[in-house]
């Protein structure tokens, strides 16, 4: 639920029921209801935004293949590796440690073979 403060609300929530060629109606009637929102989990990640040059260049992370660039990727704590690649071009790899929370970017430029 986005826009919800945590803590306590009221919601009030409105039914029609119909038939199944919904053309009569069955009855109509809403009924308040309460409810509690808990806070956001804390992050368990950091976030790695990678761009390359050449576009759509293929990101792997640890030897895992995340998709193309540009690519946002979710990663947990700790040293990775990354490596971009595409045919006709020298790879580009780097390696750095991600943190719980972080937003980072990585610019690879990829030098023709």
Known sequence: MSGVVPGSCSVRISFCLLTMSGLLLVGCGSSPKSMTTAPPPAPSTGTVMVRSTPFLSEVF??????????AKIALGPGKHSFRVEKPGYKAWTKEMTITVGSELTLDATLGKQ
């Open 61 to 70: 992370v640890d030897g895992d293949s995340m998709g193309y660039t540009p």
